[in-house]
């Protein structure tokens, strides 16, 4: 498996790594995945008054390829407004890092943190629980589907 | 020093998965250059010289495999290695005796090719009991000895576990298929070479051997077949009838001398090379543990060659940590499976939680693994597991209290 | 001049240069093709490079090319495997093929020893059962190809070899020239002599020739005491020498098929070697026909 010189480079020099306060109020955390399956997310923004994100911070328990899309979706949705940030699609983060096809399902993981993480900033109701919210069994089933290994 | 620089140059990583090759030692591939160049007659051949400089080569390399394993050199069949000898000792025994026998014992931690051979023959009428293994790797003995009935035909039950490196007790495993008149049938590929092994003291009567895990050529292996009492197997490669009919095929004459020369060399080498890696496995083991917290060896740390170590370091997932130290070349679960996802089912069997088998590394140290080698590893597994869990929200929980069983994760 | 002149390359051929050197780097850089890390990457490379080389041989995709240990295990892997209850084959098949399977359909074949499409054409229609046909070819005693139309694990450093050997052979094969003239001076030599397949296309390195009235146990002997290495047909596990089921297959008597010698040439022959072979082959003949040696009479 062969890696792009841009997700290696997010995954050496990974931007924006660290927590904000999850109970102050302009905060929203988004934690998803689930360590079983090997990969666990955690994504927080900080809304300005204007509405817009002004900052974006991750943790990531994964492999290269989450670490990497994390990190892409922080540079990314900061200074996005919520709604705009929420137009960001895994298939924008996998074409951009190059995932192998087999690592899709990180930046799934990786969009799904940003929706959920933006609902709760929007909701001023920051959450620990991960199941609740636009997790949907299904969306777990494809996070967590794993393809069949070659030989 | 010259011998480590043929081995590895300074640009390669270093070499740490030992478990899933072995490089060509030096000296084997000295031996089988004649057979590529010269000597290059066929073993078959029996009108000219060329045909009897090959045979010789190649009976000389089946008496020193043989003495590795305490066999007689009539007892030792070339194959192309391991996976073939598991699938022709394991269907062969069961084809040839299955008007009377129709039951098979093996391991849940074997290797995918001897499951996989079980769930075919499974397929084919046969019944299979997979049995389970201890928390440390090992198979309970009463669970065995409850299992194996006179209606087995063959116990298959590897020596060495390629991941987690434990050593099944051989001796008392031989005696309880004796006992019970079933074959006992194991895949040393990983054992050949590193441990002491006597198919006579150990009662074993079909033994595979892999070539390329012992310093020689990919693409040779054997099958040990007892004579007496005998085992008798149906062929799955038929043609001219060559090793004693068990398996046809024109033999690859440097191969076969290949894998003689590699087996001379282990027996000549063995006691000094595990008192070397016993040392240089701990002083990893103590160089990480000085470090690093939560980390945990997987598999039992005493029943073990000396040169594999399976760790979990906890709250970083093992891909990302493999990305990371890519001067050093390890795996993550077992090299056939490790482009999967999927947690190692061997660490699963011995009751390691998902989460923990996905941070395991398995690192396997050899006969060209240096003490400076071992130390830039630690140094550098140190920092990136450092790394890694600063950038870990489990990690974060575990170090803010909060138990991450508590969570309500998905189900998945 | 080197000591031998190796002449039993259908028995096995010496690694070209080239394959050797490619099989040597392969060696010497070890890694299992299934591991993920850079080793293992770099062994995955040569595997795949040398399918592409053998699928480029035989003009198929690399997709279709799986590797094996060797021939017999892949026509057992073919025949066995391919699931079909139906196998003809032709009657001159290696062993690895006719003993691959039971209940396998024999088909004859003529003088030539070539397999008549007619009558393969009338077994297959005997019955609607799908069925598998394996035909061989270029036979490994007589060279004679049979009218076949093109159809459209891991061992790296036998792979490699494999895939540079792959493309050399398709390289230069102008042995056919050598052959012709040894056929010709041998005929020439003992007039009742017979070369098999002479009726058919064949490969340009192999020549099947009887020498009348001297088994061919006697000739190999003698040729290797010349330091000649030929065969009395193919080399299998007991080394005995038998009668060619090839040759009877085509007909010939089995008398005279004791007599038949296989010289089969390769890439490492030079014109000396056939030189010697003929002035070996001359002198046996005419010590035998003209004394009363006992093994003149054995036949």
Same mark, same amino acid.
């Given at each position: 498996m062969t890696y792009s010189a841009k997700l290696i480079d997010h995954y050496e020099n990974p931007r924006n790594i660290g927590s904000l306060d999850k109970s102050a109020e302009d905060v929203g955390t988004g934690l998803v995945g689930a360590p079983a399956c090997g990969d666990v997310m955690k994504l927080q923004i900080k809304v300005g008054p204007d509405g817009l994100i002004e900052d974006a911070k991750f943790k990531t328990f994964g492999c290269g390829s989450a670490i990497a899309s994390s990190s892409l979706v922080t540079e990314w949705v900061k200074g996005k407004t919520i709604d705009e940030a929420e137009t960001i699609k895994n298939t924008d983060i996998a074409r951009h890092l190059a995932l192998p096809p087999v690592k899709i399902h990180c930046s799934v993981l990786a969009e799904d943190a940003i929706d959920r993480r933006s609902r709760q900033a929007d909701r001023r109701h920051p959450h620990?629980?991960?199941?609740?919210?636009?997790?949907?069994d299904e969306l777990y089933a494809r996070i967590c589907r794993r393809p069949a290994a070659d030989g | 020093m010259t011998v480590i620089t043929q081995i590895r140059r300074n640009d390669q990583p270093i070499y740490l998965d030992y478990q899933a090759t072995t490089p060509l030692d030096p000296r084997v591939l000295e031996a089988m250059m004649p057979y590529f160049t010269y000597?290059? $007659?066929?073993?078959?051949?029996?009108?000219h010289s060329y045909g009897w400089e090959a045979e010789e080569g190649v009976e000389k390399a089946r008496a020193q495999v043989a003495k590795l394993i305490g066999?007689?050199?009539?007892e030792v069949i070339y194959t192309s290695g391991a996976t073939e000898s598991n699938n022709l000792a394991i269907k062969g025994v069961a084809d040839f005796y299955k008007d009377r026998r129709n039951h098979i014992v093996t391991t849940v931690t074997e290797h995918k090719c001897v499951l996989d051979t079980c769930r075919h023959l499974e397929q084919e009428g046969f019944t299979v009991t997979y049995l389970p293994v201890q928390q440390n790797g090992l198979v309970d003995l009463d669970v065995l000895r409850a299992a194996v009935t006179d209606k087995t035909v063959v116990v298959s039950i590897m020596a060495?576990?390629?991941?987690? $490196?434990v050593i099944q007790p051989l001796a008392e495993i031989g005696k309880i298929c004796r006992e019970r008149g079933a074959f006992f049938h194991t895949d040393a590929a990983q054992a050949v070479g590193k441990i002491p092994l006597d198919v006579e003291a150990m009662n074993i009567d079909l033994m595979s051997i892999s070539g390329h895990k012992i310093y020689g050529p990919k693409g040779i292996g054997a099958l040990y077949v007892r004579r007496k009492p005998r085992v008798r197997l149906a062929a799955m490669i038929h043609g001219g009838g060559q090793e004693r009919g068990f398996r046809s095929g024109t033999l690859p004459t440097p191969l076969c001398v290949g894998l003689g020369e590699a087996a001379e060399i282990c027996m000549k080498e063995m006691d000094a090379e595990a008192e070397r890696l016993t040392k240089l496995r701990d002083r990893m083991l103590k160089g990480l543990n000085a470090k690093l917290k939560e980390i945990y060896v997987n598999g039992d740390l005493e029943h073990r060659i000396p040169g594999n170590l399976n760790i979990s370091f906890a709250h970083v997932e093992g891909e990302s940590l493999m990305m990371g130290i890519k001067n050093l070349s390890v795996s993550s679960g077992s090299a056939c499976t490790s482009a999967s996802l999927e947690p190692s089912y061997v660490l699963r069997a011995l009751g390691v939680e998902e989460e923990m088998a996905h941070t395991s590394l398995r690192i396997g140290l050899g006969r060209f693994t240096t003490e400076h080698e071992v130390d830039t590893a630690v140094e550098d597994l140190v920092h990136h597991v450092t790394k890694l869990r600063e950038m870990s929200p489990l990690w974060e929980m575990s170090q803010e209290g909060i138990d991450i069983k508590s969570i309500e994760w998905a189900a998945h | 001049m080197p000591a031998f002149a190796y002449l039993d390359h259908n028995a096995s051929s010496p690694l070209r240069p080239a394959a050797f050197d490619a099989m040597i780097e392969a060696l010497r850089a070890g890694g299992n093709p299934s591991s993920v890390h850079r080793s293992g990457r770099r062994a995955r490379a040569a595997v795949e490079q040398a399918r592409r080389q053998v699928a480029a041989l035989v003009g198929a995709l690399p997709a279709e090319v799986v590797f094996t240990s060797g021939g017999t295990e892949a026509n057992n892997s073919a025949l066995a495997g391919a699931g079909r209850k139906r196998v003809l084959v032709s009657a001159v098949e290696h062993d690895s093929v006719l003993r691959a399977a039971v209940g396998m359909e024999i088909v004859p074949v003529d003088g030539n020893g070539i397999v008549d499409p007619g009558v393969l054409e009338k077994g297959l229609a005997a019955s609607a059962e799908p069925a598998l046909v394996s035909v061989m070819f270029a036979n490994n005693e007589t060279g004679v190809l049979q009218p076949n139309r093109r159809a459209g694990t891991e061992n790296v450093a036998g792979i490699a070899g494999f895939g540079v050997a792959a493309t050399e052979a398709s390289g230069g094969l102008a042995t056919a020239e050598w052959r012709d003239r040894l056929e010709a001076t041998l005929l020439d030599i003992a007039p009742v002599a017979r070369v098999y397949g002479a009726g058919a296309g064949r490969l340009p390195n192999t020549t099947c020739v009887s020498m009348p009235g001297v088994r061919a146990e006697t000739q190999v002997m003698a040729l290797d005491l010349a330091g000649i290495c030929v065969s009395a047909g193919a080399a299998c596990s007991s080394g005995k020498v038998t009668r060619s089921a090839v040759l009877l297959a085509m007909g010939v008597e089995p008398a005279e098929a004791e007599t038949a010698l296989r010289i089969s040439f390769g890439w490492s022959t030079i014109s000396e070697d056939i030189e010697r072979l003929i002035a070996a082959w001359r002198d046996l003949y005419i010590r035998v026909t003209h004394s009363d040696l006992p093994h003149a009479r054995a036949a």
């Amino acid at each position: 498996m062969t890696y792009s010189a841009k997700l290696i480079d997010h995954y050496e020099n990974p931007r924006n790594i660290g927590s904000l306060d999850k109970s102050a109020e302009d905060v929203g955390t988004g934690l998803v995945g689930a360590p079983a399956c090997g990969d666990v997310m955690k994504l927080q923004i900080k809304v300005g008054p204007d509405g817009l994100i002004e900052d974006a911070k991750f943790k990531t328990f994964g492999c290269g390829s989450a670490i990497a899309s994390s990190s892409l979706v922080t540079e990314w949705v900061k200074g996005k407004t919520i709604d705009e940030a929420e137009t960001i699609k895994n298939t924008d983060i996998a074409r951009h890092l190059a995932l192998p096809p087999v690592k899709i399902h990180c930046s799934v993981l990786a969009e799904d943190a940003i929706d959920r993480r933006s609902r709760q900033a929007d909701r001023r109701h920051p959450h620990r629980r991960a199941d609740e919210g636009l997790l949907g069994d299904e969306l777990y089933a494809r996070i967590c589907r794993r393809p069949a290994a070659d030989g | 020093m010259t011998v480590i620089t043929q081995i590895r140059r300074n640009d390669q990583p270093i070499y740490l998965d030992y478990q899933a090759t072995t490089p060509l030692d030096p000296r084997v591939l000295e031996a089988m250059m004649p057979y590529f160049t010269y000597k290059f $007659g066929n073993a078959h051949s029996r009108s000219h010289s060329y045909g009897w400089e090959a045979e010789e080569g190649v009976e000389k390399a089946r008496a020193q495999v043989a003495k590795l394993i305490g066999a007689d050199e009539k007892e030792v069949i070339y194959t192309s290695g391991a996976t073939e000898s598991n699938n022709l000792a394991i269907k062969g025994v069961a084809d040839f005796y299955k008007d009377r026998r129709n039951h098979i014992v093996t391991t849940v931690t074997e290797h995918k090719c001897v499951l996989d051979t079980c769930r075919h023959l499974e397929q084919e009428g046969f019944t299979v009991t997979y049995l389970p293994v201890q928390q440390n790797g090992l198979v309970d003995l009463d669970v065995l000895r409850a299992a194996v009935t006179d209606k087995t035909v063959v116990v298959s039950i590897m020596a060495v576990n390629n991941e987690i $490196g434990v050593i099944q007790p051989l001796a008392e495993i031989g005696k309880i298929c004796r006992e019970r008149g079933a074959f006992f049938h194991t895949d040393a590929a990983q054992a050949v070479g590193k441990i002491p092994l006597d198919v006579e003291a150990m009662n074993i009567d079909l033994m595979s051997i892999s070539g390329h895990k012992i310093y020689g050529p990919k693409g040779i292996g054997a099958l040990y077949v007892r004579r007496k009492p005998r085992v008798r197997l149906a062929a799955m490669i038929h043609g001219g009838g060559q090793e004693r009919g068990f398996r046809s095929g024109t033999l690859p004459t440097p191969l076969c001398v290949g894998l003689g020369e590699a087996a001379e060399i282990c027996m000549k080498e063995m006691d000094a090379e595990a008192e070397r890696l016993t040392k240089l496995r701990d002083r990893m083991l103590k160089g990480l543990n000085a470090k690093l917290k939560e980390i945990y060896v997987n598999g039992d740390l005493e029943h073990r060659i000396p040169g594999n170590l399976n760790i979990s370091f906890a709250h970083v997932e093992g891909e990302s940590l493999m990305m990371g130290i890519k001067n050093l070349s390890v795996s993550s679960g077992s090299a056939c499976t490790s482009a999967s996802l999927e947690p190692s089912y061997v660490l699963r069997a011995l009751g390691v939680e998902e989460e923990m088998a996905h941070t395991s590394l398995r690192i396997g140290l050899g006969r060209f693994t240096t003490e400076h080698e071992v130390d830039t590893a630690v140094e550098d597994l140190v920092h990136h597991v450092t790394k890694l869990r600063e950038m870990s929200p489990l990690w974060e929980m575990s170090q803010e209290g909060i138990d991450i069983k508590s969570i309500e994760w998905a189900a998945h | 001049m080197p000591a031998f002149a190796y002449l039993d390359h259908n028995a096995s051929s010496p690694l070209r240069p080239a394959a050797f050197d490619a099989m040597i780097e392969a060696l010497r850089a070890g890694g299992n093709p299934s591991s993920v890390h850079r080793s293992g990457r770099r062994a995955r490379a040569a595997v795949e490079q040398a399918r592409r080389q053998v699928a480029a041989l035989v003009g198929a995709l690399p997709a279709e090319v799986v590797f094996t240990s060797g021939g017999t295990e892949a026509n057992n892997s073919a025949l066995a495997g391919a699931g079909r209850k139906r196998v003809l084959v032709s009657a001159v098949e290696h062993d690895s093929v006719l003993r691959a399977a039971v209940g396998m359909e024999i088909v004859p074949v003529d003088g030539n020893g070539i397999v008549d499409p007619g009558v393969l054409e009338k077994g297959l229609a005997a019955s609607a059962e799908p069925a598998l046909v394996s035909v061989m070819f270029a036979n490994n005693e007589t060279g004679v190809l049979q009218p076949n139309r093109r159809a459209g694990t891991e061992n790296v450093a036998g792979i490699a070899g494999f895939g540079v050997a792959a493309t050399e052979a398709s390289g230069g094969l102008a042995t056919a020239e050598w052959r012709d003239r040894l056929e010709a001076t041998l005929l020439d030599i003992a007039p009742v002599a017979r070369v098999y397949g002479a009726g058919a296309g064949r490969l340009p390195n192999t020549t099947c020739v009887s020498m009348p009235g001297v088994r061919a146990e006697t000739q190999v002997m003698a040729l290797d005491l010349a330091g000649i290495c030929v065969s009395a047909g193919a080399a299998c596990s007991s080394g005995k020498v038998t009668r060619s089921a090839v040759l009877l297959a085509m007909g010939v008597e089995p008398a005279e098929a004791e007599t038949a010698l296989r010289i089969s040439f390769g890439w490492s022959t030079i014109s000396e070697d056939i030189e010697r072979l003929i002035a070996a082959w001359r002198d046996l003949y005419i010590r035998v026909t003209h004394s009363d040696l006992p093994h003149a009479r054995a036949a």
